[in-house]
């Protein structure tokens, strides 16, 4: 199907929505620190792969590479956004990960950067690098600002002569930014959050077009009765897609969006896909606070499932979540990551807040300082095992605090399988 002859954006509706609940399906175990941090000096939370053209995992001489937005370990956990910094990680089994460094030294854009994707172009010169990126902030306001724009940094090269090192120096330049029409623009906002960002890197399997997909705000002017509800409307969440006509990874033109949340949620994060068979799942993380009113929903992974890119998406299980936390730890992780591995789906996020049950996380604020800080995972969370049938989704096991391994590698025999086969009660 064309983009043309897509017709009407695909819609999350308040119906779906309504059937959110949490079942034996759908939640993660509890998570408990680990005994060892990837870095103690750091705050660690939303992260991706470096990746290839293809979306495979990328492995140069034997190392695969995170990236993850991160903070120094003493701020307090709310205050890392508004100087988070890219830094990237390397290790040789996919457990065991070192600090590399921070991405840019210098020239990025935007006051901060937010979640983006990357991609590894072995052909380039010394292997180059694609790195997009949220520029948050206007650059050089002496106030912190909220303007988000989609960025690509070029240039960037792997070298492994002696360990592994990411080095500049890097090219800059704005993408895209919001067109007013299809997606909202800053000063068109009525909601509590103004989205445009977290690019995603997307290589079409099927007709080997190339894609970037993003989080945003579908335009909703006042009175024109888009939902049931006026206060609904300010819940109007997208998520974004800009095609390049050439194949080039540095063009890209705005598309109509892939899916709205108009009326049911105000932030789709960190879109993504996993193309299985010809068949597509969308990806998304959001929060509970961002449901529009007199809708239950959780911080969770929720997902969607259509026959081609630009088909009609539905949500998985009837009503799209997929994972989410325990009900006595809501916010123990956030911003998954989905990605395939054979028969199975891993779902990567990062370790937020736990031994915390109150029912949102403004009241983290409450707590004394010393509070916050302890009950702030800040490193990367253990590694969710899916099962993917169909339209069907379930929680399998986990495996370790960042233990991401590549789609060739076995997974260990699962806890689950284990009690199974000695007599026990499973999982559950």
């Known amino acids: 199907m064309s983009e043309e002859d897509a017709g009407g954006t695909p819609a999350w509706t308040r119906e779906h929505a309504s059937s959110l609940r949490r079942d034996e399906s759908n939640v993660a175990p509890i998570i408990y620190p680990p005994e060892e941090r990837i870095d103690d000096d750091l705050h660690i939370w939303d992260t991706w792969f470096l990746r290839n053209r293809d979306g495979t995992i990328a492995e140069i001489d034997g190392y695969r590479v995170i990236f993850s937005l991160t903070s120094p370990s003493h701020l307090l956990p709310g205050k890392r956004h ?7 990680f390397y ?9 590399g460094g921070t991405v840019f030294d210098g020239g990025a854009l935007g006051q901060r950067q937010w979640a983006g994707s990357a991609m590894y172009d072995p052909d380039g010169d010394e292997g180059e690098i694609y790195f997009y990126y949220t520029a948050a902030g206007e650059d050089g306001a002496e106030e912190l600002t909220y303007t988000q724009r989609l960025a690509l940094a070029t240039g960037g090269t792997v070298n492994t002569d002696s360990g592994f090192e990411i080095d500049g120096p890097w090219d800059h330049q704005v993408l895209l ?19 445009f960002r977290d690019p995603w890197f997307f290589e079409d399997p099927e007709s080997g077009e190339t894609y970037l997909l993003f989080e945003a705000n579908t335009p909703v002017p006042e009175g024109t009765g888009a939902c049931d509800d006026p206060v609904w409307e300010e819940f109007n969440g997208s ?16 598309r109509p969006p892939l899916l709205d949340a108009v009326c049911v949620n105000q932030e789709l994060e960190r879109p993504h896909l996993v193309v299985r068979d010809g068949t597509y799942y969308l990806f998304i993380s959001s929060h509970v606070h961002t449901f529009a009113p007199e809708l239950e929903g959780y911080d969770a992974l929720y997902g969607f499932v259509a026959d081609d ?7 998985l299980n009837g009503h799209g979540m ?14 998954w990551l989905v990605y395939d591995h054979g028969d199975e789906l891993l ?7 736990f031994d915390y049950n109150r029912p949102n996380l403004d009241d983290v604020s409450l707590l004394p300082e010393d509070e916050q800080m302890r009950r702030f995972g800040g490193t990367l969370a253990p590694t969710v095992r899916l099962g993917l049938d169909g339209t069907e989704t379930n929680v399998i096991d986990t495996l370790g605090h960042g233990h991401l391994p590549l789609s060739s590698e076995a997974l260990p025999k699962s806890w689950w399988e284990n009690e199974s086969s000695e007599g026990g009660d499973g999982y559950y």
């Open 177 to 195: 930014t919001p067109d007013g029409d299809w997606y909202e623009r800053e000063d068109q906002s009525r909601g509590m959050i103004y989205t």
């Open 347 to 353: 779902a990567s996020s990062f370790f937020n807040y």
């Open 82 to 88: 508004d100087v988070a910094t890219i830094r990237y």
């Open 309 to 315: 890119l630009r088909g009609e998406y539905e949500p």
């Open 239 to 254: 998520i974004g897609i800009a095609h390049s006509p050439t194949g080039d990874p540095t063009d890209f033109e705005l």
């Open 91 to 99: 290790s040789h089994d996919g457990e065991n990960w070192t600090t």
């Open 322 to 335: 997929v994972l989410t936390n325990p009900a006595n730890a809501p916010f123990q992780a956030y911003s």
